[in-house]
């Protein structure tokens, strides 16, 4: 899979780039990144991409040129989305089908927000929940990161990935490692019993009774 992410801050990206599971896929080439920088593509030699709004008001906005010259200097560009804060809200049901895709593109907004006509250049817009960030950086990295563990490859036990939370409308099971206590608080007796038939319905029977408690919204019959 390949991933385009503009924003007038691509330095945010390299070192969570290079991190944990989405370094290593990237590593085995399972998916491949390319950061632009919008303020390349700034008509001023200040590499100015954000102005006054028209009619007057807080903020400043992020200008539509750059913005596109950017996007139109990528030839493959794939699926694009603007994280925004309208957008469509990023899930679990999300991420698999936007990791089925080839590319995808991910534009950031910053300052107030961007010019609005800049929406006629994407496909779609993606927020990642009813909050206000600063920049759509944090949102891209969220969607980056949701999406690696998805691909083929990524996490080595694939098995760890089909029993996270949300896979089966239900929350994961509860985990314990070393030490067997801790301040008397000690690990369930199934789990040390070595019968994995057990330990699965016991976890099984777990998962139903937290995603009941926490989160009975996701629950399928
Ligand atoms: C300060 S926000 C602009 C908020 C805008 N004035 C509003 O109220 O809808 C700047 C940028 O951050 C990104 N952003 C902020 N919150 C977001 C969210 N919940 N999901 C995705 N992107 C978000 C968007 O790219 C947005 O253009």
Known sequence: MKINI??????????????????????????????????????????????????????MVMMVKPIVKAMESVEDKGTTYLLSPRGKNFNQEMAKDLSKEKTLSLVCGRYKGVDERVREFVDGEISIGDYILSGGEVAAMVIVEALTRLLPGAVGDVNSVNTDSFEKGLLDAPLYTRPRVFREKEVPEVLLSGNHAEIENWREEEAVKLTRKYRKDIMKN
């Open 6 to 59: 503009f924003s007038i801050f691509p330095s945010i990206f390299e070192l969570f780039l290079e991190t944990g599971i989405v370094g290593r896929a990237k590593e085995k080439e399972i998916i491949f990144f390319k950061l632009i920088d919008i303020r390349d593509f700034a008509s001023d030699a200040y590499g100015k991409v954000d102005d006054y709004p028209y009619g007057g008001g807080p903020g």
